[in-house]
C-alpha cells in the first residue's frame, strides 16, 4: 500500500487506452496522457503495458510505502528521492516499508512523471478501464486526484520482487524530451477550401505555436490563428464566427479544434462533440509528446503525415514494450 502525504500539483490514477467505447455517450477515453512513459514504467516492474500506473503531473507529489514493492519512474528528466535520495529513472528500484518518495519540481524538458509499482494500482474498474475522468468525477481513485490522507493498495507482482529489481530500459529506447514538439498529423475533417484557406492550412503546417497556460487534461490550447486562416466570412447556420459549424462529434483524442481564433488540442479528457471546425489530428503514435508539453514554455509543430504513415507508427510503437528493451 502507499500513503499520500502530498497530492501535488496533479496525481492521477492512470491506464491505458483508458475508457473506450463511450464517445457516443458524451464519456472521454481518459488514460494516461502519456503512454509511453507509461508503458515503459509498467515494463519494467514486470506488468502489462497498460496497467494503471500514477501520472504526475508538475511535481510535488510525496507518498509512503507500507509495504516492500519494486517501482519505476519515467518521465520528465528530473528525478524524485526516496529518503532523501536520488531516483535512478527508467529502471526498476526495490523499495521497502516506510521509505518516502517525494517529486519536486519538473525538469528542464517534460511536464510529467509515471510511478509504476508491481502489480500495478488497485482500484475497482470503472467501464472497463481504471483511469480517472477528473472532469466527470469517476474512474481511477474516488474519481479525483490525490490528496493527503489517500491510501492506494498494489496488487500482485507477476514474479518475486527479487528478479524484478535493476532492470533498465536501453538507452536507445528513451524518449526524446524537447522544448519543441513535432506532432505528426493527417488534415480534417473541417479543412480548404471550404473552412480554411490554403495558405491558412500551410499556415497551421508550418507555424510553432506556443502552448497556453490555460491547457489542462481536456484541451491543449494554442496561441491564435490570424483571421487568414478561415475561408469563410462567419459559420453561417453555424453561427457568427467562422470557426461555428452545427454540432458534430469530435475525433477523440487528438482533434484540433479550432475555437474562435484559437486552435485547441482535444486529449484524455476532452469533449466528445461541439460545434466547432476540427482542422486536423494528431496521429494516436504521438499522442504522449502532448502530455510532456510545458504549459506557457513548450511549442507544438505540426508535420503532415498520411493514414498510411500513421497506422505504420501506430504499430511500431506496440513492439516497444517488450522484454528485448530491457536489460
Not at 21 to 42: Q, R, T
Not at 259 to 281: K, Q, R
Request: aromatic fraction near 10%; hydrophobic fraction near 35%.
Amino acid at each position: 500500500m502507499l500513503t499520500v502525504k502530498q497530492g501535488g500539483i496533479e496525481t492521477l490514477v492512470e491506464d491505458w487506452p483508458g475508457r473506450l467505447g463511450f464517445l457516443g455517450k458524451g464519456m472521454a477515453p481518459s488514460g494516461a496522457f502519456d503512454n509511453v512513459g507509461l508503458g515503459y514504467a509498467n515494463l519494467l516492474v514486470g506488468n502489462l503495458p497498460g496497467e494503471a500506473a500514477l501520472e504526475v503531473t508538475a511535481g510535488f507529489f510525496e507518498a509512503e510505502f507500507n509495504a516492500d514493492t519494486v517501482i519505476a519512474v519515467t518521465g520528465t528528466p528530473q528525478p524524485p528521492t526516496i529518503n532523501g535520495q536520488p531516483v535512478a529513472m527508467w529502471q526498476s528500484v526495490e523499495v521497502h516499508k516506510g521509505d518516502t518518495i517525494k517529486f519536486s519540481h519538473i525538469g528542464s524538458t517534460g511536464f510529467r512523471w509515471y510511478l509504476g509499482i508491481a502489480g500495478g494500482i488497485d482500484v475497482q474498474p470503472y467501464l472497463g478501464s481504471k483511469s480517472t475522468c477528473i472532469f466527470g468525477n469517476y474512474g481511477g481513485f474516488e474519481g479525483r486526484k490525490l490528496q493527503p490522507g489517500d491510501v492506494l493498495k498494489f496488487g500482485n507482482p507477476s514474479r518475486n520482487l527479487s528478479d524484478l529489481t535493476g532492470r533498465k530500459l536501453k538507452q536507445e529506447f528513451i524518449p526524446e524530451y524537447s522544448r519543441e514538439w513535432t506532432l505528426r498529423a493527417i488534415p480534417g475533417p473541417n479543412t480548404c477550401p471550404d473552412y480554411a484557406t490554403e495558405e491558412g492550412m500551410e499556415y497551421l503546417f508550418t507555424h510553432s505555436f506556443k502552448v497556453q497556460h490555460t491547457s489542462n487534461r481536456s484541451a491543449y490550447r494554442l496561441e491564435a490563428l490570424p483571421d487568414s486562416f478561415f475561408s469563410r466570412a462567419d459559420g453561417g447556420v453555424g453561427g457568427s464566427h467562422p470557426s461555428n459549424i452545427i454540432d458534430h462529434g469530435y475525433a477523440m483524442r487528438g482533434a484540433l479544434n479550432i475555437c474562435g481564433n484559437t486552435p485547441v488540442l482535444l486529449i484524455a479528457d476532452g469533449p466528445t462533440l461541439g460545434g466547432y471546425m476540427c482542422a486536423l489530428n494528431v496521429i494516436n503514435a504521438d499522442l504522449w509528446k502532448v502530455g510532456q508539453g510545458t504549459p506557457a514554455r513548450d511549442f507544438i509543430k505540426f508535420q503532415l503525415c498520411s493514414q498510411e504513415e500513421a497506422i505504420q507508427a501506430r504499430i511500431d510503437q506496440t513492439k516497444l514494450f517488450v522484454e528485448d528493451t530491457v536489460v
